[in-house]
Each structure stands twice: as C-alpha cells, then as structure tokens.
C-alpha cells in the first residue's frame, strides 16, 4: 500500500474488508501564493441571483376584486336577493325626482353610445405625442378587450352573433348587465393611469374617474337600465381589469408617466439603481464609485452612458455603459429595420441575450486597440442584474471634446483620417461615425461607442465609415482641405468610392442633421473634387428580404383589419 501511496497522503488504519483511509497531507514547503487583498472577493457572492417574480404592490387587491365582481356578475339572480335592499334603496331615493328630465335622458344615451367611443381618442393623441408606445399598446389591447368580450356576450349584429354561435353553439346572447359601465370604466381607469403620475394627481383622478363611472351608472338604475348591483360591480370589473393589464405589462417603476419625449435609452438612474451598480463595480472590478451621472445623453440613442465618479483617483472618473432588455429590444428592432432596408449587404443577427450584447462591444474595444485603432481603454463588464442589466466600464478620455468643438486644423484631420485607415487595416468598421463618436484631446482623435462594430465587414461598409468621417470633418474645414488631406491616406479612387456609396440611409442621424444645417450640399461638393465613380446601390434584394417585407406588410395590414373590425364590434369605432 504504502508503494501506491500519492505524494502527500499517508495511510490510514484499514477496517476489515475495506482498503485503508487516506488522509491528504500537503506537500513540504508548498504554501498557498500572495493574493492581492482587493482580488479575494471578485467571484460572484450568490446573493445577487434573482429570485422568484413578485407582483407589484397591489396586484392581489385588484384581482381579488376583479375575481368577485366577475363571479357574482356571473350568477346573476342566485344572489341578487341579498342585495335587493340596496336596489330598492337606491330606486327609493331616486324616486322623488320623477321621471328623469331630459338631460338625463340624454346623458344616458350619450354615455351609453358615444361616450367611451370618443373618451379614448384624446388620449391616444397624448401617448402618441409624448412616445410612450408600451402605454399605448396596453391602453388600447385593454379597452379592446373588454369592449369586444362586452360585444360577443351580449351583442346584437350579424357578426357578433356568427361568432358567438361559432364559440357557444347558440347565436343566442347573454345577458350582461350595464355592459356601457364596464367599457366606460376601463377607458377612464385606462386613461388615469396614462395621463397621471402616482401621487396627489392620481388620487384626485380617482374622484372623477367615480364621478364620471358613477354618473352613468345612475342614470342607467334611473332609467331602469339596470340594477344598483349590477352597475356596481360592472364598475369594478372595468377599473380592475384596466389596473391589472397597467400592473402587470406597464409597471410605473420601468414605464414612468411622463410628457417630455425621452430616448427610451436613457434610462432612469433612481437611487436603487444607482446602489446596485455601486455594489457590482465595487465586488466584480474591485472599484469604489462615488457617484453615477448621465453623460453625453444627446449622442447616444442605444445605451445609457454613465460617468463614474471614483472615490479615490485619479483618475477622477470612469466612462460606463448601461445596457439592459430594454437596449436589447430596441437592438433587434433596428437590425429587423436594417434587414428591410439594405438587405443581403447587412444581413446581421440580433443578439440573444443582453451579456451577449456587452460582451460585443467589449470584445471590439480590444480588438481595436490591438489593432492600433486610438479607442477608449476598456476595464471590464459588471453584471448588475444577472441576464438583464450590465455596465461596460472603460475610461474617460479626460478633457476631451467633440471633433466640431475642437477647433480642427491639420493634425486634427489627419489624426482622424489616419483612424480610419487603422480600422480598415484591422479588417474592421465602426458602422457609426458622426461627431458625437469622434473625441479631440490634444490634437489626438479618440473613436468613442463601437458597440455597432463589425469585424470583416463589406467592402461597402468600409467605405462608408470614410465618407461619413469626410463629411464630418468637412463641417469644420470644407470640403477641399477634407480632400488634400486625406489623400495622404487614401488614393483618390478609394475616396470617389466611399462618396459613391453615401446616401441617406448610410449617414447616421445626427450628421444627417448637421450636414441639412450646413451651407450647401457637402456631398456633392466632395464628389466634384474626386475622379466620377459609378453609384453603388446599397439595397440589394435577396430571398430573405423579400419574405419579410412580404410579411411585414401583410402583417401590418392584417392587424390594422382586425382592430378595425374588433373596434368596431366592441362599440369604439
């Protein structure tokens, strides 16, 4: 035994029929090696995983409520006599008034066939002027809900009834009482919640979303309509139904009300944001932030940049990244759009995952760097919420400014032009050069947000990412000393190609702007001083683009027949 021993293991005593223990005894001389004390604590602390999905807070009163209301609507006359009382009372109390005047006559009428059909239209107008589209997706799928389920069960047209037949075997409707005060109820609970934030505001709205709900539901026990119960708890079947549907797909802590047109990008950095990336920065890259700030939001439509304030420097402060689901979505619509628009040249996959995401432009910023392309120094990823929330951290150029801020000369140009030729001997492209991306420090050009990075581009793309940083530094120094400058770099034929391949579709936004801002048009004027290239289309028709410009469009169309058709079933059209 002792001859097959292990080095470092001594027998144990054997037990009858079983091979003797051994005990691991470490090797002589062999210490555990010096760790830096701020490394120990980088693994991941198991604490930050995310635990099971929690309601928003009050989720469970309002589908208890919507849940009794529904059931005893339901049963209809099986309980009924217990709250005859309140009916007669409400009949009792009504009756001095006699036979309601016409006004009331009218107000029925009106709340009954008009009202909720016009109540919404306002505020839609709202939410499509302020670009809150999940607001609007919920407030219209929920008032369509209930008006057409209103529709099917109790409804009179032709198609109606084709549909009931279809889903109940009968044609036959069922009853359902105040019908008028569940669709008025979800429009005005639908519209509270979209129009007002929480606080005083929406307490107050509660009071004319009553009053309004309330004084249909009177006028309709007045006329004999309905019972005082039956337009209670049809009240409260439209309110909860409407506050479940805003709870549950539009909480207010990710989908704030507001009225000033943001960039869905940006993100809120409210302070239990802010502790979370504190911790993660601190326990994942070993660094104590004082504070968080948005930074250059007017450049950035994809992210939320963020700069770091270090507790102790220098350096003082650090650039971050913010990705979330959020950057995520709104990637694989653009690359979906993209697809349509340029076709087989920019066919891309969007990415699975936010990590995936990050992790992209991580990786580019190395491969940039090493490839001797002048870009920010990245320092790492850290997850803040596992597989929704991560931050790129790399560092802040300290007293940089845009390229058009910086007083351009020529080493500033040539710096910039001598970038661009880097990216192309790095068989790269950075697919989003416009001034914002374009940093100055020292007459030393930084390229900044490579998150649209592509490694083994087009030939096309690479052209691109030329004319957009010509026409760039054009805005600062014209069009003629663009050209005399770059062709220290690039020979001439290689310019009349990437001018050949501008268009509007390849020139990012806010160059577009800064370009339609200028005196005259900068890109002919820069084709003029270049030998004539031949267009190069950029759209480019393949089989994959066909199929989903096909289904795009009958998508679009089919659903705007549907709602239409549904609309105008439940009563709103």
Known sequence: MTGDAAPGAEAGPATEGQPPRRAFVPATGARRPPWPEEDRHRRPSGKDRPGPWRPPPGTWAWTAALVVAVVLLALGGGWASALAGLDQAVREFLAPLGRPPGWATDLGRIGAVLGYRVLWIPTVLVLVWTARWRHLLVYLSSIWLM??????????????????????????????????????????????????PSGRARRWGWLVVAGLVGGLATVRVALLLDTA????????????????????????????????????????????????????????????????????????A???????????????????????????????????????????????????????????????????????????????????????????????????????????????????????????????????????????????????????????????????????????????????RVVERAQAFFAPEELAEA?????????????????????????????????????IRVQRWSVRRVLLAVATVGGAVLVAVLLTLNLRAGGLL
């Open 499 to 535: 001018l050949a391949a501008t268009s509007p579709m390849t020139i990012p936004r806010q160059l577009a702007r800064r370009l339609a801002d200028a005196d005259g048009d900068l890109v002919e004027d820069l084709r003029a001083l270049l030998p004539p290239h031949p267009p």
């Open 229 to 300: 119960p039956d337009a209670a708890l049809s009240a409260v079947v439209g309110c909860a139904a409407a506050a479940l549907a805003f709870r549950l797909l539009a909480p207010e802590h990710a989908f704030p009300v507001t009225y000033r047109r943001q960039v869905r990008a940006h993100l809120h950095l409210h302070p239990a944001r802010v502790e979370r990336i504190r911790a993660a920065v601190r326990d994942q890259l070993g660094t104590e932030l004082d504070g968080i700030r948005p930074y250059r939001l007017a450049g950035s």
């Open 147 to 196: 008006a057409a389920t209103a529709q099917v069960v109790a409804g009179d047209a032709a198609l109606i009834r084709d549909v009931r037949d279809s889903v109940t075997g009968s044609a036959v409707g069922i009853i359902l009482p105040a019908w008028p005060v569940i669709v008025l109820a979800t429009v005005a609970t639908g519209s509270l919640l979209v129009l007002t």
């Open 302 to 480: 994809g992210s939320t940049p963020c700069r770091l304030h270090l507790a102790e420097g220098p350096p003082e402060y650090l650039f971050g990244k913010l990705y979330t689901t959020t950057h995520l979505r709104s990637d694989r619509w653009y690359k979906w759009v993209r697809v349509l628009r340029y076709g087989r040249l920019e066919d891309e996959a969007p990415f699975s995952s936010v990590r995936r995401l990050v992790e992209h432009e991580d990786y580019m910023l190395r491969l940039l760097r090493d490839g001797g392309v002048r870009v920010p120094q990245p320092l790492g990823v850290a997850e803040v919420v596992p597989g929704r929330e991560y931050l790129l951290v790399t560092e802040l150029v300290p007293d940089a400014v845009e390229v058009l801020d910086s007083g351009v000369d020529d080493a500033v140009v040539d710096d910039a032009l001598r970038q661009v030729r880097r990216l192309w001997a790095a068989g790269a492209a950075h697919r989003d050069v416009k001034p914002s991306n374009v940093l100055v420090r020292d007459d030393r050009v930084y390229l900044v947000d490579v998150s649209f990075g592509e490694l083994r581009p087009s030939r096309w793309r690479q052209a691109v990412d030329l004319a957009n940083m010509a026409l760039t530094l054009a805005l600062a120094v014209g069009p003629r």
